[in-house]
């Protein structure tokens, strides 16, 4: 998945503001506002899927049981999502680091696994933005949202082990991955949390051969 560009998210916008329009005029009929709601994100162009996140800088240090792993999520964010932010959703990238050893006749052999998340959220009455780290238990508030992308994007190093022995003399690889975790919706519009997936991306794997 990708992240939505602009003019996909000025549509979310556009539903939003008229169910709010609904709800205050008096009409209170779920399924009405979620029957218009329906067909206009499913009248939403493929196209405006665009912006691919991607894994960049990846430093590995260290062999043989542990490594010590640096990198950057590049094109985290456009403008919009920006904006969603900014009205307090809460934001979570997940991220996803696995060991396999290469094999010739049958799948590759996991043997070992990290998954840890970077959360942002605003507070709009003191205009500042909490970010927590899990991976270090670094959590940090700023008013600068360049800051807060910036300690959002970047993994600065984290420990990466085997939960299964090294086999000495086979390829081993390192894999990475991010992912943006299903926004949740205004509740008004949390009825329709089966469109989540519109809100959701993934880098595709980053694939980083291991010394041996």
């Known amino acids: 998945m ?3 560009n602009d003019e996909c998210l000025n549509d979310w916008i556009f539903v939003d503001k008229m ?30 899927f665009c912006e691919e996140a991607s894994i960049k800088e990846v430093s590995v240090k260290g062999t043989k049981g542990v490594w010590k792993v640096g990198f950057l999520v590049e094109s985290c964010f456009t403008e919009k999502i920006e904006e969603a932010i ?26 070992g696994s990290l998954e840890f998340h970077h959360t942002i959220q605003y507070d709009p009455l003191r205009g500042e933005y909490l970010v ?18 910036a300690w959002m994007a970047k993994v600065g190093e984290v420990e990466v082990r085997p939960f299964l ?10 894999r990475i991955k991010a992912e943006l975790d299903p926004v949740t919706l205004p509740f008004h519009l949390e009825y329709l949390f089966f469109f989540v997936s519109l809100w959701d991306f993934e880098t595709k794997w980053y694939i980083e051969p291991l010394r041996p």
């Open 2 to 4: 990708r992240w939505l």
């Open 165 to 174: 022995p090294i086999r000495p003399g086979i390829p081993t690889e390192l």
């Open 132 to 149: 927590t780290l899990e991976e270090n238990g670094f959590s940090q508030v700023t008013s600068s949202l360049e800051e807060a992308e």
């Open 86 to 111: 900014q009205t307090g959703i809460k934001t979570v990238f997940t991220f996803y680091l696995q060991l396999y050893q290469k094999r010739k006749w049958w799948k590759d052999r996991k043997v």
């Open 19 to 48: 169910i709010r329009t609904f709800v205050i005029s008096g009409i209170k009929k779920r399924w009405l506002a979620g029957g218009l709601t329906f067909f206009l994100i499913w009248t939403l162009s493929v196209s405006a």
